[in-house]
Structure formats: structure tokens, C-alpha cells
């Protein structure tokens, strides 16, 4: 276990190194970007030595898996779903997961408020939006986000907390830069047009672009490979 806390820490503090420089190209504080750590293809070993070098936020996109796999969690753990949610598991997500960021479109909401009220909680979402329009993408269209927000606000036991997207894969980082871009614009008008709106976070980059993502103003990055992967012929 020492070793792959050792390896897994180096791997950490490598990406926190380059979080740190791309918020400061941006004229960022590095303190508002939280590094989520996807353990979506590792088991609970890697997670605690993870845990151990100082991670505490975890992305999984599968909620038995992830409930399986933190089921006897330290209390500061915190966990996000960061996989599409269908309608008929919302009842398992609910209260489970401190941050779900694919909510993206109403059939969710109401089975999301439904089951939140029924448990007599509140539960932190992200709108997810589908800024680049691929067909094979989750998220709602950056032209339909307004009506959704305003869906969510209506609903007393969803606290929205602001908006995720992901890139499309590219050849290079910089080509995703303009998607990241359109997300923090959209939020900085939804913002305007909702003034008592929460909308701070944007959860958008992952192992292949999350400088830019954070150059471009993500508040939650989603990396999984550059953590927890080792490095060829390791």
C-alpha cells in the first residue's frame, strides 16, 4: 500500500502543480478550483491511497458501483456523480452523492424534487449542458439551459450550484478551448438573467484538457487517468 500511495500522490501533486500554473496564467486564485479524482475504473484500494495523499472529492459515473465501493467512507469524503442519471436510480443518488453534475433535462428535476421532498432533503446539482451539440452527449442545449434553470429554481429541495459540460474528445487541449469558453459565458448570463441564482461552479475538463478548462474559468475539474493511471511500461 505505500507504494501506491507514493505513486499515486506524485501523480496527484502533479496535476494540483498544473492546476496552480494554469490559474495563475489566468490571474486565478488556484484555491477556488476543486480537483474531483475519477475513480470510476479503480477499485477501493487506490481510493484510500488516494484518500491518504489527500484527496478527498471522487467523481464515479456508476451509482451501484460507487455505492458499493464507498460504502464505509470517512465523513469528509465527498462524492459526485458525474455520470448520466436516469430517472429510475434517482432514488439511489438522492442524499448518497454531495454533488450530482448531469442533471439535463426536466423529467430528471421532477424525479429528482419528488424524491428529495419524499426524503425530506436537499440535494446540490449542476445543469448539464451540452455546449459542443453532440448527438452522442448528455446535457441539454445551451438554448434550452434558461427554462431549465428556471425548472430548478422552482423546485425547494434542488440547490443549484451552476453548470457542467464536457468537451468533445480533440487532437489537441487548445481546441477544446472554445467550448470551456462558451460554458462560462452561458453561466455569466444566466447569472444576469437570474440574479438570486447560484451559479458558481463550472465543472468542465478532464485528463486531456483541464488547464485549459481552468484557464477558461472551471471551478471543478474531473480527472481520472492522469491520477490514477500509471505511466506506459510502469
Do not use: W
Not at 32 to 61: C, P, Q
Not at 186 to 202: I, M, T, Y
Request: glycine residues 6%; hydrophobic residues 45%.
Amino acid at each position: 500500500m505505500t507504494s501506491i500511495i507514493t505513486d499515486i500522490a506524485a501523480r496527484i501533486a502533479a496535476v494540483e502543480g498544473r492546476i496552480t500554473l494554469a490559474a495563475e496564467r489566468a490571474g486565478r486564485d488556484p484555491s477556488e478550483i476543486t480537483l474531483v479524482g475519477v475513480s470510476k475504473t479503480v477499485g477501493r484500494a487506490d481510493v484510500d491511497a488516494a484518500y491518504a495523499a489527500g484527496m478527498r472529492h471522487f467523481g464515479e459515473n456508476r451509482i451501484q458501483d460507487a455505492l458499493v465501493k464507498f460504502e464505509d467512507s470517512p465523513d469528509d469524503l465527498v462524492l459526485h456523480l458525474i455520470g448520466s442519471l436516469q430517472t429510475n436510480k434517482v432514488r439511489h443518488a438522492v442524499g448518497r452523492f454531495q454533488l450530482i453534475h448531469s442533471v439535463d433535462r426536466l423529467s430528471l428535476v421532477d424525479a429528482l424534487q419528488a424524491r428529495c421532498e419524499a426524503a425530506s432533503v436537499t440535494q446540490p446539482i449542476l445543469l448539464q449542458v451540452n455546449v459542443a451539440r453532440e448527438e452522442q452527449k448528455h446535457g441539454c442545449d445551451p438554448d434550452d439551459a434558461a427554462a431549465m434553470i428556471e425548472a430548478v429554481l422552482a423546485r425547494k429541495n434542488l440547490e443549484l450550484r451552476g453548470l457542467m459540460t464536457m468537451a468533445p474528445l480533440t487532437a489537441t487541449p487548445e481546441e477544446a478551448r472554445p467550448v470551456f469558453a462558451e460554458l462560462r459565458q452561458l453561466r455569466d448570463r444566466l447569472k444576469r438573467d437570474f440574479p438570486g441564482s447560484n451559479l458558481a461552479d463550472l465543472s468542465m475538463g478532464m485528463t486531456n484538457d483541464y488547464e485549459v478548462a481552468v484557464e477558461e474559468g472551471a471551478t471543478i475539474v474531473r480527472v481520472g487517468r492522469a491520477i490514477f493511471a500509471p505511466p506506459p511500461g510502469a
